[in-house]
């Protein structure tokens, strides 16, 4: 019995039924409350911090102050607007931000507990909490992408990624696992580089949603399946509120999906979510059990 959570960046609850990609849509399945603390939008790092953990950004300690790389305020300036520029000014701006970023600091790491430090818990990567080496690779692409990187490349090396994470989901299902997280940075990078491309953007919603569906086809019966963002995206052709901002900045459209009848109503219910749908000890108590058979078997009690 395991309980997947794939943390879905910038998965937006607009474009999911804009792009009719019902593969998303779980037995439940709506938007969720996010928040903004350090800027005037809801913040990658802040908020996957909050979903592992329950509490707000200064509770956890990930902000931006907290890592240097996030906190670039040219950093966030550019990837806001590249998808609105012509190809040789995305380039330079691009070249200049990573010039201005200089040499990259690890990804901060939260010391209060998080969900993944339960028994039987296993997490792949996520941000604030554990490994953000794959976030770094999905920034890098995004940087390349900005400096006139081919689109094709672009897509085989960024879906490249997300193949890896979801085949290590899938993986996970094999073994004695009760709960398996992973973030995958794709519809985010994707979100940002075609901001004002809905044909690409629609490409990439659509081979996200087949690898989501790969994964709901080999469930087994007793294993369930959350599906998270932290936020949306806003685009130039998806505009359904006078608060989405400019395409390329998050939107407000944060979404929760689930084999199960409920979803998480805000990004601080993760925690109180799983705890109600992940057996604790239940591996630990099956092991107790499998060993007094056997030492009963061999004579021992
Ligand atoms: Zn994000």
């Known amino acids: 019995m395991t309980v997947v959570v794939l943390a879905l960046d910038a998965l937006d609850a607009g474009l999911v039924e804009y792009f009719d990609a019902t593969e ?15 800027k005037d939008n809801p913040y990658t790092p802040e908020v996957w911090a ?5 509490l707000g950004p200064d509770e956890h300690g990930i902000t931006g102050s907290g890592t240097s790389e ?7 300036f550019a990837s806001r607007f590249t998808g609105r520029l012509d190809e040789s000014t995305r380039g330079t701006l691009g070249r200049f931000v990573r010039e201005k970023t200089g040499e990259r600091e690890q990804i901060g790491e939260t010391d209060v507990e998080s969900i993944f430090d339960r ?5 792949h990567n996520w941000p604030g909490v554990h490994d953000g080496s794959d976030l770094q690779r999905a920034w890098d692409l995004m940087n390349a992408v900005a400096e006139g990187k081919p689109k094709h490349e672009f897509e085989q090396e960024l879906l490249g990624l997300a193949a890896q994470q979801f085949g290590w989901v899938r993986e996970m299902l094999h073994h004695n696992v009760a709960l398996a ?31 989501v569906d790969e994964l709901v086809q080999i469930l087994n019966p007793d294993d369930n399946l959350l599906l998270l963002s932290d936020h949306g995206m806003c685009t130039s052709f998806y505009r359904p509120t006078d608060r989405d901002g400019s395409p390329g900045s998050h939107s407000w459209r944060a979404y929760a999906s689930s084999t199960t009848t409920d979803v998480p109503a805000d990004v601080f219910d993760v925690v109180d979510w799983i705890d109600e749908h992940v057996k604790n000890g239940t591996i630990a108590d099956e092991q107790i059990d ?12």
């Open 24 to 38: 998303f849509e779980l037995e439940s399945s709506k938007q969720i409350q996010t928040f903004a603390h350090s």
């Open 50 to 54: 909050t979903v592992a953990t329950g």
């Open 70 to 76: 996030w906190n670039n305020s040219i950093f966030e």
């Open 119 to 123: 028994d039987g818990a296993v997490v």
């Open 181 to 211: 997280g992973v973030h995958i940075h794709t519809l985010d990078a994707a979100g940002h580089a075609y901001a004002e491309d809905e044909e690409s953007l629609q490409r990439i919603y659509q081979r996200v949603a087949g690898f």
């Open 290 to 301: 499998i060993d007094e058979e056997h030492l009963k078997n061999l004579g021992y009690i």
